[in-house]
């Protein structure tokens, strides 16, 4: 489970119907995501998701929305800005015959197939590291700030290594 902020929830506590959650997590738990993930700060953090029953697991669904705080790659300075993203996660118990077969052999990958259910360690769900999971999928490792370009003029006639030399030298014109 994630350190920074959980929200574990019993497989069985799913079994008897949908569940609607609601996760926003405090300030403190803000701080520690934003520190895990290289944010500059987290402002804001919810998630808006539904637990329905899956054959043996769980079918988890829903949506985040976070304000996040980042260094700009080009200028450097700090910028906010929003991310939002979707969660499609199923999850089943060990031993499931709807787990993906462990190990060996080939793997045939279809990129429109929906992703194999995770195996769930125990009996908990912690909802609160899927939310940090995809919100992490949605950060831009080299962000920039809106209106920010990298302005770059190469010089129009390269020197010739031989004419910098002579000038470190003392030789030159």
């Not at 195996?119 to 999971?133: F, K, R, S, T």
């Amino acid at each position: 489970m994630n350190q920074a902020w959980t929200t574990p929830v019993r497989l069985h506590e799913v079994g008897r119907g949908a569940l609607s959650v609601r996760l926003e997590p405090d300030a403190a738990e803000r701080a520690r995501i934003a520190h895990e993930l290289g944010l500059e700060s987290l402002p804001a953090l919810t998630a808006k998701l539904t637990l329905k029953p899956w054959f043996d697991g769980v079918e988890i669904s829903g949506r985040f929305e976070a304000v996040v705080e980042q260094v700009c790659a080009v200028s450097l300075d700090n910028f906010q800005h929003p991310l939002a993203g979707d969660i499609d996660v199923r999850i089943v118990p060990v031993g499931s015959p709807q787990a993906p077969a462990a190990g060996g052999g080939e793997v045939e990958y279809d990129p429109e197939a929906p992703d194999p259910p995770d195996v769930l360690e125990g009996d908990a769900i912690d909802l609160a590291a899927y939310v940090i999971e995809h919100l992490a999928l949605e950060i831009d490792p080299f962000a920039r700030k809106p209106g920010v370009e990298f302005d770059y003029t190469p010089p129009t006639e390269p020197e010739s290594p031989f004419a910098v030399l002579k000038k470190l030298k003392g030789d030159g014109p």
